[in-house]
């Protein structure tokens, strides 16, 4: 099957309308910040979104992680403050109620709970779970080349497994020729390229044409950018900065800002709208101020975690807009 210009540009606006409308679904839903949106349809395409999953979930949690102990100050100056006022309420219980029991056992250890420690002090040797620890190890540096190597290299077996089962076993015997051109041992842009000029020669330059004229998150752009981005890091730059990443991913920068608002605002304010609502428990102002000051600092920094969630997107939502193309023109 032979696709014309025109047949090829309507795929791809039918696919990223396709992708954008599952993008909105979750816009509206509770704390929802899916890792990766459910949108390849082979088993192989399936098995890649899988392990994107783990990665960014795992650097979710290393983001938040860093994000924890370099505000651990601040943290733990707004944790006694929540936790004075809770203990404070709970004495305010009739006297022979459980939560009034707990808070009186509760007020002895206090001192413990809440006592200095010294990880943060001038020793010239700090503790690696520490803000100079950290900042001396370079951890976040790391889980950046971490996320981009292991990314670049799930779309390497991806694309190797696409060519497999799309490409070599569906090709008529006219175009058996055409496969020689595939590098088996390739980059991940060689093979990318190699395999939408099996689809149509012309392919590579009619997608840069359709994402010229597009307006939304320029997909291609970030998935050439994470190429250029990981070859830096084998050969170049080890350890990314992070100013350089987000000034070449701008726009996914820009959305994962956006993202860690929308959930600041929805843990530090709906709960309390809920408990309200509820009228079950009554949380004074103050203590509300202090949990909204708690949640701000917790999660100031998760937005680096998101920013690595949106390149991902963006290199998959490309990916599959390619793999359609393939199943459109094999009749998959």
Same mark, same amino acid.
């Given at each position: 099957?032979?696709?014309?210009?025109?047949?090829?540009?309507?795929?791809?606006?039918?696919?990223?309308?396709?992708?954008?409308?599952?993008?909105l679904?979750?816009?509206?839903?509770?704390?929802?910040?899916?890792?990766?949106?459910?949108?390849?349809?082979?088993?192989?395409?399936?098995?890649?979104?899988?392990?994107?999953?783990?990665?960014?979930?795992?650097?979710?949690?290393?983001?938040?992680?860093?994000?924890?102990?370099?505000k651990?100050?601040?943290?733990?100056?707004?944790?006694?403050?929540?936790?004075?006022?809770?203990?404070?309420?709970?004495?305010?219980?009739?006297?022979?109620?459980d939560v009034?029991?707990?808070?009186?056992?509760?007020?002895?250890?206090?001192?413990?709970?809440?006592?200095?420690?010294?990880?943060?002090?001038?020793?010239?040797?700090?503790?690696?779970?520490?803000?100079?620890?950290?900042?001396?190890?370079?951890?976040?540096?790391?889980?950046?080349?971490?996320?981009?190597?292991a990314?670049?290299?799930?779309?390497?077996?991806?694309?190797?497994?696409?060519?497999?089962?799309?490409?070599?076993k %569906?090709?008529?015997? !006219?175009? @058996?020729?055409?496969?020689?051109?595939?590098? #088996? +041992?390739? $980059? /991940?842009?060689?093979?990318?390229?190699?395999?939408?000029?099996?689809?149509?020669?012309?392919?590579?330059?009619?997608?840069?044409?359709?994402?010229?004229?597009?307006?939304?998150?320029?997909?291609?752009?970030a998935?050439?950018?994470?190429?250029?981005?990981?070859?830096?890091?084998?050969?170049?730059?080890?350890?990314?900065?992070?100013?350089?990443?987000?000034?070449?991913?701008? %726009?996914?920068?820009? !959305?994962? @800002?956006?993202?860690?608002?929308?959930?600041? #605002? +929805?843990? $530090? /304010?709906?709960?309390?709208?809920?408990?309200?609502?509820?009228?079950e428990?009554?949380?004074?102002?103050?203590?509300?101020?202090?949990?909204?000051k708690?949640?701000?600092?917790?999660?100031k920094?998760?937005?680096?975690?998101?920013?690595?969630?949106?390149?991902?997107?963006?290199?998959?939502?490309?990916?599959?807009?390619?793999?359609?193309?393939?199943?459109?023109?094999y009749?998959?």
């Open positions: 099957m032979r696709f014309s210009k025109e047949e090829i540009e309507a795929i791809i606006k039918q696919r990223v309308n396709f992708l954008e409308s599952e993008v679904k979750t816009k509206n839903e509770e704390f929802s910040f899916p890792l990766i949106h459910d949108i390849f349809s082979s088993k192989f395409g399936k098995n890649l979104e899988e392990k994107c999953r783990d990665l960014t979930g795992f650097t979710e949690l290393s983001m938040l992680s860093i994000s924890i102990v370099n651990s100050k601040k943290l733990k100056t707004f944790s006694r403050k929540l936790f004075d006022e809770g203990l404070k309420m709970s004495l305010e219980e009739d006297e022979d109620s009034r029991k707990m808070a009186e056992a509760l007020i002895p250890i206090k001192s413990l709970l809440f006592s200095k420690n010294s990880s943060d002090s001038n020793d010239k040797t700090p503790d690696v779970l520490s803000k100079k620890g950290m900042q001396k190890m370079k951890v976040t540096q790391r889980c950046s080349a971490y996320y981009i190597f990314f670049y290299a799930y779309i390497d077996v991806y694309l190797d497994e696409l060519y497999k089962n799309y490409f070599k %569906k090709v008529p015997d !006219e175009e @058996k020729d055409l496969l020689k051109g595939f590098p #088996e +041992r390739g $980059g /991940v842009k060689e093979r990318t390229k190699s395999l939408l000029q099996l689809i149509r020669r012309d392919l590579p330059e009619q997608m840069d044409e359709f994402y010229g004229c597009y307006n939304g998150l320029n997909d291609k752009t998935y050439e950018l994470l190429i250029d981005t990981r070859h830096e890091i084998a050969h170049a730059n080890p350890l990314p900065e992070l100013r350089k990443l987000r000034n070449k991913f701008r %726009k996914q920068y820009s !959305e994962a @800002k956006k993202k860690r608002d929308t959930l600041i #605002e +929805r843990i $530090g /304010v709906n709960l309390f709208e809920e408990e309200d609502k509820k009228k428990v009554l949380i004074s102002s103050k203590m509300k101020k202090t949990y909204s708690f949640v701000t600092n917790l999660f920094d998760i937005h680096l975690a998101f920013f690595f969630v949106e390149i991902g997107l963006s290199c998959l939502r490309y990916l599959s807009i390619i793999e359609e193309i393939a199943r459109m023109k009749n998959i």
